[in-house]
Nanobody, 115 residues
Framework: QVQLLESGGGLVQDGDSLTLSCAASGRTLSSYYMGWHRQAPGKEREFVARMWSAGNTNYADSVKGRFTISRDSTKNTVYLRMNSLKPEDTAIYYC?????????WGQGTQVTVSS
């Protein structure tokens, strides 16, 4: 299994930037990908971004050009750099890692963007 711990959430203003971190422990070398989802109040959890083990990335259309996912393999950590934040980005952001036999989720970190 892989354990995930997110950090970096907070309250920011419209147009600000924020970087989320997700530190992984456990069977991290076997993961297919690591990524981020988010869940806004009253809405379904939605995909945001992911980075595959080979380094290729995917993004939701709503965040393309504003968010960037990256990783530091030496620290087993994935980052989500969020620029030009909008009030509609307000949500709990969850880190996710999938590999052979597991699909792990973190506890989430709150991001609130005020207008």
């Amino acid at each position: 299994q892989v354990q995930l711990l997110e950090s970096g959430g907070g309250l920011v203003q419209d147009g600000d930037s924020l970087t989320l971190s997700c530190a992984a422990s456990g069977r991290t070398l076997s993961s297919y990908y690591m990524g981020w989802h988010r869940q806004a109040p009253g809405k379904e959890r939605e995909f945001v971004a992911r980075m595959w083990s080979a380094g290729n990335t995917n993004y939701a259309d709503s965040v393309k050009g504003r968010f960037t996912i990256s990783r530091d393999s030496t620290k087993n950590t994935v980052y989500l750099r969020m620029n030009s934040l909008k009030p509609e980005d307000t949500a709990i952001y969850y880190c996710n890692a999938r590999g052979p036999g597991y699909d792990s989720w973190g506890q989430g970190t709150q991001v609130t963007v005020s207008s």
